[in-house]
């Protein structure tokens, strides 16, 4: 039992570890290369006043820009990959997403509606129109799920119904409405983008984070008993409505935040727990940690290729997450059908 506990302890403290080597990675690598102790002896200046001298505009491009953006990646990777990993297991299929509710596609109709419409006259931010009509879609998808009353798959259904609406009022408001400039602006963000994000990002970011994690672990035995089903579950004993309007909530938000500040970044939350499960197995309160971990260091690594890639040129990160994600689900996909 000691080995066992040690060992486990041990694997915490790696992955841990690797998490802060990749989130140093990210913040030191970019079109300047800023060495990995500049990066340090900033970061204690700025927590614990440290004093130590460096350059000032080194220690700007980490601290104002770097770091806050590299920790964002962590957060959301974190985010979509629990998303992903709920949604799979609550409604028992493997194409299931974050975005499978129309959060993303609320999202971005509400973050075109006061772009290019100026709904707000001003005093509406981005991220609040694109939050605003995630939970906007969830609300209708849901209650369309509700009237179907055919369970999971009318969940699904209903997701699909709810993405083809918001997906053709955004296009209808962008032909109509926008300018070549905005519409520019508009195809960057729905593919993601990391490049707006500070500080204040991190600090609504973290706490959604940290609270949908905590959540998540808490229902863990409750999720191994949807894998058997929802008849399953109540034979053991698990309030199935409770738990599963819970999770579904706790995904909901975890996605809407996440997708209000960056943006729709595709494929974290669909490969990344069928990856995971391929290696840990099917118990989630090992499943949940380990896919946080995961989906965090995926997306760092791939918001550095998206900075250097093309010299000169940063794409935006939902493009990257495609290039590596599609593949990757179509090698699951071909392994599990043998």
Not at 89 to 110: K, Q, V
Not at 114 to 133: E, T
Not at 293 to 306: E, K, N
């Amino acid at each position: 039992m000691a080995l066992y506990l040690s060992k486990r302890l041990g694997l915490i403290v790696f992955v841990i570890l690797l998490l802060g080597v990749t989130i140093l990675i990210g913040t030191s690598i970019g079109e300047i290369y800023i060495p990995f102790d500049v990066v340090l002896k900033t970061i204690a200046n700025k927590l614990w006043d440290a004093g130590y001298p460096l350059d000032r505009i080194d220690e700007g491009i980490v601290w104002n820009y770097r770091l806050s953006r590299t920790v964002i990646a962590a957060l959301c990777g974190m985010a979509l990959a629990l998303s992903g990993t709920i949604l799979q297991a609550l409604l028992r299929n493997m194409l299931a997403d974050p975005y499978l509710l129309g959060i993303s596609a609320g999202a971005s109709t509400g973050a075109v509606a006061v772009v290019v419409l100026g709904i707000g006259a001003g005093a509406l931010s981005v991220s609040f129109g694109a939050f605003f009509g995630a939970i906007t879609a969830f609300i209708l998808v849901a209650l369309l799920a509700f009237r179907t009353g055919k369970g999971n798959g009318g969940v699904i259904l209903a997701g699909i119904a709810g993405s083809q609406l918001f997906n053709a009022i955004t296009s209808f408001i962008i032909t109509h409405s926008a300018s070549a400039e905005q519409t520019r602006g508009i195809m960057f963000w729905l593919l993601g983008s990391l490049s707006g994000v500070r500080w204040p990002d991190v600090s609504l970011a973290f706490p959604v984070t940290v609270s949908g994690l905590l959540v998540c672990l808490w229902y863990a035995r409750s999720l191994d008993a949807f894998t058997f089903g929802a008849d399953s579950a109540a034979s053991l004993g698990i309030p199935v409505k409770r738990t599963y309007l819970v999770l579904i909530v706790c995904a909901t938000l975890m996605t809407a935040t996440m997708v209000s500040i960056v943006g729709a970044i595709g494929f974290v939350g669909l490969v990344i727990p069928h990856a995971t499960r391929a290696i840990i197995g099917l118990k989630h309160h090992r499943l949940l940690p380990t896919v946080a971990i995961v989906g965090a260091i995926f997306l760092v690594a791939a918001d550095i290729v998206s900075r250097t890639i093309i010299k000169g040129q940063v794409l935006p990160i939902g493009v990257i997450t495609a290039l590596v994600g599609a593949p990757v689900f179509a090698l699951i996909l071909s392994r599990r059908a043998r």
